[in-house]
């Protein structure tokens, strides 16, 4: 079992940055793949980035340049350092983690937070 908490979230003006975190328990998170997801009003929850156990990553295209996504297993957390905001980030972002191999489809995942607001101003 891994719980998982977001934090991070909050009003930022277009073109600054963000850093979201995701806080886990379990003495297995580092075995865990990790996936930040968003879901903007209106819209399908999308795929942002993804981080396996061994700290390869994945980024959608919309974000690819501007978003790294890092993790602390010492702290069980992983971090999405998100730079150059845009309107269009605006959205409720989730962490999810699954064992195994990373996958961008969130039906893969098996544990959520309950998501972080990020609010990008213009």
């Known amino acids: 079992q891994v719980q998982l908490v977001e934090s991070g979230g909050g009003l930022v003006q277009a073109g600054g940055s963000l850093r979201l975190s995701c806080a886990a328990s379990?003495?297995?998170?580092?075995?865990?793949?990790i996936g930040w997801f968003r879901r903007a009003p209106g819209k399908e929850r999308e795929f942002v980035a993804t981080?396996?156990?061994?700290?390869?990553?994945s980024y959608s295209d919309s974000v690819k340049g501007r978003v790294t996504i890092s993790r602390d297993n010492a702290k069980n957390t992983v971090y999405l350092q998100m730079n150059s905001l845009k309107p269009e980030d605006t959205a409720v972002y989730y962490c999810a983690a699954k064992p195994g191999y990373p996958r961008t489809d969130s039906r893969e995942y098996n544990y959520w937070g309950r998501g972080t607001q990020v609010t990008v101003s213009s």
């Open positions: 981080i396996s156990r061994y700290s390869s990553t």
């Open positions: 379990g003495r297995t998170f580092s075995s865990y793949a």
